[in-house]
């Protein structure tokens, strides 16, 4: 099994930063393998940052410039720092881990960016 814990969300004024953190244990095989998604109230859960297949770093449009995806191998933890947030940026956001058929999920970290 694997258990991942979702922490750093909070409510930030527009122009601020917040940066998350996703520690993943038990059967993890590659960190790699995880990502960030999001979900805004009425609206899809979308990928918001992640590692390609090649092993590059791939954003949603509209993250691109504004967020950092990164990892610690060592501590089996990703993080998504997040600059000049947005109230449209406004939502939960969901670490992933993906191995073979399954996906796994953590709890949710809410972001609230006021104007």
């Known amino acids: 099994q694997v258990q991942l814990a979702e922490s750093g969300g909070g409510l930030v004024q527009a122009g601020g930063s917040l940066r998350l953190s996703c520690a993943a244990s038990g059967s993890i095989f590659s960190i790699n393998n995880m990502a960030w998604y999001r979900q805004a109230p009425g609206k899809q859960r979308e990928l918001v940052a992640g590692i390609s297949n090649g092993g590059s770093t791939k954003y949603a449009d509209s993250v691109k410039g504004r967020f950092t995806f990164s990892r610690d191998n060592a501590k089996n933890t990703v993080y998504l720092q997040m600059n000049s947030l947005k109230p449209e940026d406004t939502a939960v956001y969901y670490c992933?881990?993906?191995?073979?058929?399954?996906?796994?999920w953590g709890q949710g970290t809410q972001v609230t960016v006021s104007s």
């Open positions: 992933l881990y993906h191995y073979g058929l399954n996906d796994y």
